[in-house]
Every structure is written in C-alpha cells, then in structure tokens.
C-alpha cells in the first residue's frame, strides 16, 4: 500500500552531480525516518545517508561524506538526496527507505530498521 518512488538517477562524468528524489505515497512521510542505501553490482547493499522526521541529524557514509547531502521537504513528501563532486565507485542502484518513527529526531544507518523500500534508480559515473 505504501510506495515510495525512486527519480533522477542517470549516466555522468566524474566530478559531475546528480539530485535524486524519494517520493512517498499513501502515507504522511513526515512521520517518517528516511534513508538512501546504495548497491553495487557483485556487492552489499550499503548504507549512503540517512535524516530524520523533521530534518534534523542528516548522517553518511564516510565514503560520501562532504560530498553528498540528504534533505527533506515534508510539505511535498519527499525526501533528496543531492550528490556532487561523483565518482566511478559510487555507480550503484540506489534505494530511498522509510520507516514509521514517534522520534522527530531518531535516524537509523542499518537497513534492517526500515520497513518501506522503493524499487531503485541506478546511477552511473564515468570515469
């Protein structure tokens, strides 16, 4: 019943940026802790970034630390992740995750805490 919809994800040089959205549906997903996990083919599923209901505690990967930034507009239900600054190992199917939370400010880093996954949207760096 919840779906949460995956866009912008492409083909771009190194050095290059790309903005993704998480668009939630059926549900207010205000009242919801969101993540971006990533993976690669051959590999783990692995955690990006994560934020809270509100906005508050963004938190990432070391790997994409300083180069990505996940945001949320509650009023649109969606939550962002914009990525500058790409590089070729960050290629991957990248996943936007929810789950229900009463904690404005409660985050999770762990895939195992979400509940509501999209389908993916790949993105590509060439190098």
């Known amino acids: 019943q919840v779906q949460l919809v995956e866009s912008g994800g492409g083909l771009v040089q190194a050095g290059g940026s790309l903005r993704l959205s998480c668009a939630a549906s059926?549900?207010?997903?205000?009242?919801?802790?969101a993540g971006w996990f990533r993976q690669a083919p051959g590999k783990e599923r692995e955690f990006v970034a994560a934020?809270?209901?509100?906005?508050?505690?963004?938190n990432y990967a070391d790997s994409v630390k300083g180069r990505f930034t996940i945001s949320r507009d509650n009023a649109k239900n969606t939550v962002y992740l914009q990525m500058n600054s790409l590089k070729p190992e960050d290629t991957a199917v990248y996943y936007c995750?929810?789950?229900?939370?009463?904690?404005?400010?409660?985050?999770?880093?762990?895939?195992?805490?979400?509940?509501?996954w999209g389908q993916g949207t790949q993105v590509t760096v060439s190098s």
């Open positions: 995750a929810g789950v229900f939370e009463w904690g404005s400010d409660v985050y999770y880093s762990t895939e195992d805490r979400y509940t509501y």
């Open positions: 059926r549900i207010t997903f205000s009242s919801y802790a």
């Open positions: 934020i809270a209901r509100r906005g508050s505690n963004p």
